[in-house]
């Protein structure tokens, strides 16, 4: 399920599990995992506006894990390299 979140220079960001709407099917959910990181997964965060998306790799549980300032934080790190 994505997960909406405002940073504070306006930009609205979505993001998503990578994979996560192809279909329920295991090797889908697999595809998302994280080689060698135990418990991570890619999940990829679409800006609205010009910036570019950001693929982070995280926590599987990084939708109740994280919270939007957390998950902005690491946003924004990623953007910068």
């Known amino acids: ?9 306006g930009i609205t960001w979505t993001c998503v599990q990578a994979y996560s709407g ?9 595809a998302a ?3 060698g990181g135990a418990g991570r997964v890619r999940v990829v965060c679409t800006p609205s506006g010009g ?18 300032e957390k998950l902005l ?3 924004e790190e990623h953007r910068e390299t």
């Open 1 to 9: 399920m994505p997960k909406e979140l405002k940073g504070e220079d």
């Open 22 to 30: 192809l279909s329920d099917k295991p090797e889908n959910e697999e």
């Open 33 to 35: 995992r994280v080689e």
């Open 51 to 68: 910036a570019r998306s950001v693929r982070l790799e995280l926590p599987e549980d990084w939708e109740s894990s994280l919270d939007d």
């Open 73 to 75: 934080r690491k946003i």
